[in-house]
């Protein structure tokens, strides 16, 4: 499909030649908007009331059909909290998924005792969920008084953890699972005979 522009086309670089810089650059718009605009949960007529462009026109842009104008890029970096640069700097939109190989999940800081976390999750500034593999001692024990909008899950793989949400009690054992909004007082303990292992995740709120 042609690609239709606000501004002069690009001219077509020789064949079998290598696309120079400022193609690259030009390529990539498309593809960092379509990421931050699902990274944030917008559809396009969303982001289009955002920007205040039509909905086609962002279309037309995230496909690569249309080269946008320097206003109509403005307004999108504007509406997506993204300088400018961000758009037309030689370096591509981040991965789509990202990985956390076996064994290198960073040990997260806690002063909850008897307890280590260690990070399942990466990139915490581009997902919502966050999660942790957590091994409580016996008598290990954590609390929180609320952490914002979002929720909390957490999934046990081995031994018991009581868990205290809002007044409300709750003991779960080996393959049993809490979920609970995160802005709730939550005391937990591990009053078992043996180390418990739960993973446990986190999700922000929009």
Same mark, same amino acid.
């Given at each position: 499909?042609?690609?239709?522009?606000?501004?002069?086309?690009?001219?077509?670089?020789?064949?079998?030649?290598?696309?120079?810089?400022?193609?690259?650059?030009?390529?990539?718009?498309?593809?960092?908007?379509?990421?931050?605009?699902?990274?944030?949960?917008?559809?396009?007529?969303?982001?289009?009331?955002?920007?205040?462009?039509?909905?086609?026109?962002?279309?037309?842009?995230?496909?690569?059909?249309?080269?946008? $104008?320097?206003? !109509?890029? *403005?307004?999108? @970096?504007?509406?997506?909290? &993204?300088?400018? =640069?961000?758009? %037309?700097?030689? /370096?591509?939109?981040?991965?789509?998924?990202?990985?956390?190989?076996?064994?290198?999940?960073?040990?997260?800081?806690?002063?909850?005792?008897? $307890?280590?976390? !260690?990070? *399942?999750?990466? @990139?915490?500034?581009?997902? &919502?969920?966050? =999660?942790?593999? %957590?091994?409580? /001692?016996?008598?290990?024990?954590?609390?929180?008084?609320?952490?914002?909008?979002?929720?909390?899950?957490?999934?046990?793989?081995?031994?018991?953890?009581?868990?205290?949400?809002?007044?409300?009690?709750?003991?779960?054992?080996?393959?049993?699972?809490?979920?609970?909004?995160? /802005?709730?007082?939550?005391?937990?303990?591990?009053?078992?005979?043996?180390?418990?292992?739960?993973?446990?995740?986190?999700?922000?709120?929009?």
């Amino acid at each position: 499909m042609a690609r239709s522009t606000a501004e002069p086309a690009p001219e077509s670089s020789p064949p079998g030649a290598s696309p120079p810089g400022w193609e690259s650059v030009v390529d990539a718009i498309g593809p960092k908007v379509r990421d931050l605009r699902q990274r944030a949960g917008l559809s396009l007529q969303q982001l289009a009331r955002r920007a205040d462009v039509s909905a086609a026109a962002i279309h037309k842009v995230e496909r690569g059909d249309m080269v946008p $104008t320097i206003t !109509t890029l *403005l307004k999108l @970096a504007d509406a997506l909290e &993204r300088p400018i =640069g961000h758009f %037309v700097g030689d /370096d591509g939109p981040a991965a789509v998924a990202s990985v956390v190989p076996a064994g290198a999940g960073a040990v997260v800081p806690t002063e909850e005792p008897g $307890t280590v976390r !260690t990070a *399942l999750t990466a @990139a915490p500034e581009r997902f &919502r969920v966050g =999660g942790t593999l %957590v091994v409580v /001692d016996v008598d290990g024990s954590g609390s929180s008084e609320g952490r914002g909008a979002g929720e909390e899950l957490v999934h046990l793989l081995e031994g018991t953890l009581a868990f205290e949400v809002a007044g409300e009690r709750h003991t779960i054992g080996a393959g049993d699972t809490i979920q609970y909004p995160a /802005d709730r007082h939550v005391r937990w303990r591990n009053d078992g005979p043996a180390v418990a292992r739960a993973v446990w995740l986190t999700t922000r709120g929009s």
